[in-house]
């Protein structure tokens, strides 16, 4: 079976006085990129059957603004993730979930990303390598379970950055 993993890096935030990292909010321009993300997650790509998010008020407030409805999980991992962790986290995905989206944070997504394509020499994946920028979207294609998921497994489909 083919599963779709969805990528996406939290909206831009905002940087008010005395908020710790983990609860900085969107900024305006979050909320708007974010809304777009999820325009475009909803007209182009399968339904989203599940949905790990990390627990910080940023990638929550993405999840919201992008209006994708799934099951969601908040696992603390996430947070301040490195790329072993998140795939640990996606490994743990039940079966009957086919297309799953990870809201998270830089630089996991793209360590993450280009750690599980097996093509580096695409358009998509020079992009990602460049650069990963806040509300982008990273589409992989996965054969197999969630539990097989390793380094240099998935196909690397497209890439949006929402503007």
């Not at 990292?21 to 305006?28: A, I, V, Y």
């Not at 992008?66 to 743990?92: D, F, K, N, Q, W």
């Not at 358009?123 to 294609?141: G, M, N, R, W």
Request: charged residues 25%; contains cysteine.
């Amino acid at each position: 079976m083919t599963r779709t993993l969805i990528l996406l890096r939290h909206g831009k935030s905002a940087y008010p006085d005395d908020v710790d990292d983990r609860d900085r909010p969107l900024s305006p321009r979050g909320r708007r990129e974010a809304g777009l993300a999820g325009r475009w997650i909803r007209a182009n790509l399968p339904e989203v059957d599940a949905v790990l998010c990390s627990p910080a008020v940023r990638t929550r407030k993405t999840l919201a603004e992008a209006a994708v409805e799934a099951p969601t999980e908040h696992p603390e991992s996430l947070y301040l993730a490195g790329p072993e962790t998140l795939l640990g986290e996606i490994r743990g995905v039940a079966d009957d979930v086919k297309t799953l989206l990870v809201v998270g944070h830089e630089p996991t997504l793209s360590a993450t990303v280009l750690g599980l394509v097996t093509d580096h020499s695409t358009d998509a994946a020079h992009q990602v390598a460049e650069k990963f920028p806040t509300s982008s979207i990273a589409v992989l294609t996965v054969d197999g379970s969630w539990s097989d998921l390793a380094r240099g497994t998935a196909e690397l489909v497209d890439f949006h950055i929402p503007r």
